[in-house]
């Protein structure tokens, strides 16, 4: 296995489905790639920093919404080495959330009316800024869904950002995220997921293929230039 492994993000509102997929996902590469499969999420609650944010999304803690910001973005450089060592070493990686998470919310949280002050001076630039430098995605998979869909799904409701408003500005910022990484040339692909779980399924696997067997090209980093 000389070419190192695909690394593969799946991003997406709360309850699009990503869980779901990322799962079927790793099924269906252990089955057609030539290498093993790992996946990976964020946030890892299970770090003390992944413990802090636990707290903070259960509403048991509360923090600036710069700090919380800062804690995601820490949560993925802690885990930085282990994902290079898993690629480096030919593993298929996917992940379910990565740094586009960490913007399209915490910037989301800046355009809600009731912000505080402070928060509603957050810059798109600055939620950018903690993540550049990671590891750039091979393929960022999108999975969009209208926030009033995403709704009707079970658990939605139990965490601190699972609210009508703050779901249609994340939506919102992903779009604009999206126009950023298609002209920086990392490949993004947007994906209706309010269709059945096997047809979501199908659309996801269509462009896996050829990350099945790794890649050549050296990994990128985010966000640099
Ligand atoms: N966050 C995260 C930040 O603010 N900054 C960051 O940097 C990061 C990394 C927790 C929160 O943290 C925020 C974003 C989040 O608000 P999380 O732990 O990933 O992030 O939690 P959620 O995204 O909320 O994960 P969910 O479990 O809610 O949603 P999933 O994984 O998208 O959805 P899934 O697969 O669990 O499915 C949800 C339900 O829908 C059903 C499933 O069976 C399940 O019941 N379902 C479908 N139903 C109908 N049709 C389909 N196609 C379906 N697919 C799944
Ligand atoms: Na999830």
């Known amino acids: 296995m000389s070419r190192r492994g695909a690394f593969i993000v ?18 269906h590469l252990s089955k057609i790639g030539d290498r093993p499969v790992k996946l990976i999420k964020f946030p890892d609650r299970t770090t003390p920093i992944g413990q802090m944010i636990d707290n903070y999304l259960r509403s048991k803690s509360e923090l ?30 996917i992940c379910d959330r990565y740094a586009f998470s960490g913007v399209a919310f915490t910037f989301a949280k800046s355009l809600v009316a009731s912000a505080p002050e402070s928060t509603r001076k957050l810059t798109y630039e600055w939620c950018r800024t903690p993540d550049a430098g990671l590891p750039a995605p091979d393929l960022i998979l999108f999975l969009d869904i209208s926030a009033e869909v995403a709704k009707l799904r079970g658990g939605y409701g ?12 994340v939506r919102e910022v992903y779009k604009r995220i999206q126009d950023d ?16 779980m096997e047809v979501v399924k199908q659309e996801i696997c269509s462009y896996v293929k050829d990350l099945s067997n790794g890649v050549n090209e050296p990994i990128k980093s985010l966000w640099l230039t």
Do not use: P
């Not at 799946?10 to 079927?24: M, P």
């Open 181 to 196: 990484m298609q002209t920086s040339g990392v490949h993004w692909i947007s994906i209706n997921a309010s269709h059945e």
């Open 158 to 169: 139990d965490e601190r950002y699972e609210k009508a408003e703050l779901q249609q500005r």
């Open 64 to 93: 600036d919404d710069h700090a919380i910001h800062l804690l995601f973005s820490a949560n993925r450089w802690e885990m930085r080495s282990s994902l290079l060592q898993l690629l480096n070493e030919g593993i298929t990686v």
């Open 10 to 27: 799946v991003e997406g509102l709360d309850r699009s489905g990503k869980t779901t997929q990322t799962n079927l996902l790793c099924e």
